[in-house]
């Protein structure tokens, strides 16, 4: 896998998220583009088409499972990681409809995001 030829949208509404996990994955050669709320993301997945998306739970405007829900209506079929506090957890039924592949909680280990960041994309290109 080139992780050149990838895009993840990151959203987030917490600044200092958003930079260290854009900082980690563009230093792994991925293109990143950031979102500080659910709709800013969501109008950046119909527009730049990433391969991954990474969005917290609770953001404002849309929430990421709110967020994860619209793009499958718009037929948009990114797979998800899902930034969670700890101890929150969904439903699997809203995880598997909603493409959301793993759950993280926050705080995480930027080198634990990266690697499953990888592992999702890996899974993503065989399927």
């Given at each position: 896998?080139?992780a050149g030829e990838k895009t993840i949208l990151v959203a987030d509404d917490e600044s200092h998220i958003l930079s260290v996990v854009s900082l980690k994955?563009?230093?792994?050669?991925?293109?990143?583009?950031?979102?500080?709320?659910?709709?800013?993301?969501?109008?950046?997945?119909?527009?730049?088409?990433?391969?991954?998306?990474?969005?917290?739970?609770?953001?404002?405007?849309?929430?990421?499972?709110?967020?994860?829900?619209?793009?499958?209506?718009?037929?948009?079929?990114?797979?998800?990681?899902?930034?969670?506090?700890?101890?929150?957890?969904?439903?699997?039924?809203?995880?598997?409809?909603?493409?959301?592949?793993?759950?993280?909680?926050?705080?995480?280990?930027?080198?634990?995001?990266?690697?499953?960041?990888?592992?999702?994309?890996?899974?993503?290109?065989?399927?």
């Amino acid at each position: 896998m080139n992780a050149g030829e990838k895009t993840i949208l990151v959203a987030d509404d917490e600044s200092h998220i958003l930079s260290v996990v854009s900082l980690k994955l563009r230093n792994a050669g991925f293109r990143v583009v950031t979102a500080h709320d659910g709709q800013e993301a969501f109008d950046l997945a119909l527009s730049e088409r990433p391969d991954l998306l990474i969005t917290d739970f609770h953001m404002p405007l849309l929430s990421g499972l709110e967020l994860c829900q619209r793009l499958r209506q718009q037929n948009n079929h990114v797979p998800a990681i899902m930034l969670t506090a700890r101890g929150y957890n969904l439903e699997p039924s809203d995880t598997m409809q909603n493409g959301i592949v793993c759950m993280i909680s926050k705080p995480f280990s930027p080198r634990h995001l990266l690697e499953t960041v990888q592992e999702v994309l890996e899974r993503s290109a065989a399927a």
